[in-house]
């Protein structure tokens, strides 16, 4: 029973080493068949603990520049989502104009729209299908 209570920080050791790995494998799949070291070397690092302490980094500069932006949406008070074109996205305030805008489009223009809401404010947008 020590030995087993022993080796468990190695064995949750080992499964965060494997976790970490894997979840980048996931979520960039085009490094999906890289080894673990290929990721490594991707990464321009040498060890797990410094592909660790990179990808803190690049979390905390993320999570500035996402506060930055909020900050700025909240001073300018309006929404500034872009089309793929490049123009900004009408804001529907209410989730109801936005449905009957559906139901418009579909019936005049025979154009199906998705509903979503916006990211940054509070609202709804339209897409194309």
Known sequence: MNLKKSLKPIKNKLQ????LYHTIKRLYTHLSELSNEEILDYYN????????????HIKEILKKQT???KEEREELGGCFCVDSRGDFKYLYEHKKKALKQIDYSMKIK???LILYACPFHRGWHLSKI
Do not use: D, F, P
């Open 16 to 19: 965060n080493k494997n976790r």
């Open 45 to 56: 690092v040498n060890s797990l603990k410094e592909l660790e302490e990179h990808i803190e």
């Open 67 to 69: 506060q930055n932006h």
């Open 110 to 112: 025979c154009v199906k």
